[in-house]
Each structure stands twice: as structure tokens, then as C-alpha cells.
């Protein structure tokens, strides 16, 4: 049976991607009947008799699943917060940052749009953010003037 990992779940389609290959899948019956829904980033098998008509056979063991947003099987997650316009929220992080820990999810921290800090503001942030680099998570500050040359 092909083997590919589900990139997209829409109306109780799923999208497969298989090499080169896109499938368009169902999920079968029996995974209702055991209350497994197939996320996305799940490794499945399936059979497909064209490639927009097929049904997934079987759901490979996850490493890790998150409830919202509904995923599987995350190595890496880029957790980004603006310094300003809105304030920074640092019990937000830390809640975010705990659950990545629970699900031994590798977390990199982005502050965006340290331009609108004042320089002294900036230097006080840069104190408080001081503390997620000496626990070992890798932080990234950018500013909204970069952001703007990224097309929307």
C-alpha cells in the first residue's frame, strides 16, 4: 500500500502528499467507530484508485499531536510575538512554551517589530528576553520595516 503524510484536512477531505503526488483521501469508517480523526502531519497509508478518490487505511504512530491547532508530528515550532502594537505577553509565551516542552516540541522564539521600542524600552526588553536565551531557546528580534519587504 503508498505511504504519505496528510498536509491539508478540509470538510473530511484529506490531502496526502506522496512524493511528487497529491491524493485527495477519505478517511475510512472505522476510524469514527474508534474516535480517531487523521490530522495533518500524520503519516497514513491508503489506496487510491485515481488521485482524487481514495481512503485512508491505516494512521502511523504519532510522536506528538496537538489539539489546537489540530497537528502530528512536530519537530519545530516558531513561536512569534510582537514586542509592541500589541504589548508583549510573557505568560502567553510561557504557556505556549510549557505546552511545546510537554510535547517535546523544539520551540525558536521571534519578537517582531522591535522598531517601534524607544532605545531605552528596547534595552529593557532585551533584559527580559535575556532570560529565554540562558534557558536555551534561540531568540530572533526583526523589525516591521524588514517585514514590509516580504510580500503579503
Known amino acids: 500500500m503508498p505511504e504519505g503524510i496528510i498536509y491539508k484536512a478540509l470538510s473530511g477531505f484529506y ?19 474508534r474516535k480517531v480523526s487523521p490530522l495533518v502531519g500524520d503519516h497514513v497509508t491508503y489506496e487510491a484508485k485515481k488521485p482524487s478518490d481514495g481512503y485512508i487505511l491505516s494512521i502511523q504512530a504519532r510522536k506528538n499531536a496537538l489539539k489546537r491547532p489540530p497537528i502530528a508530528n512536530i519537530d519545530q515550532a516558531i513561536l512569534v510575538f510582537s514586542v509592541e502594537e500589541p504589548s508583549f505577553d510573557c505568560q502567553l509565551l510561557d504557556r505556549f512554551l ?3 516542552e510537554a510535547h517535546a516540541i523544539h520551540s525558536l522564539i521571534c519578537f ?9 524600552d528596547l534595552s529593557k526588553f532585551k533584559t527580559q528576553i535575556n532570560i529565554y536565551e540562558r534557558i536555551g531557546y534561540p531568540v530572533f528580534l526583526s523589525q516591521v520595516s524588514l517585514m514590509k519587504e516580504f510580500p503579503s
Not at 490531502?15 to 476510524?31: E, H, T, V
Not at 517589530?113 to 531605552?120: G, I
Open 15 to 33: 490531502y496526502i502528499k506522496n512524493g511528487d503526488q497529491d491524493i485527495q483521501c477519505r478517511a475510512r469508517g472505522i476510524f469514527r467507530k
Open 98 to 100: 510549557v505546552t511545546m
Open 112 to 120: 517582531t517589530k522591535k522598531d517601534l521600542l524607544t532605545a531605552n
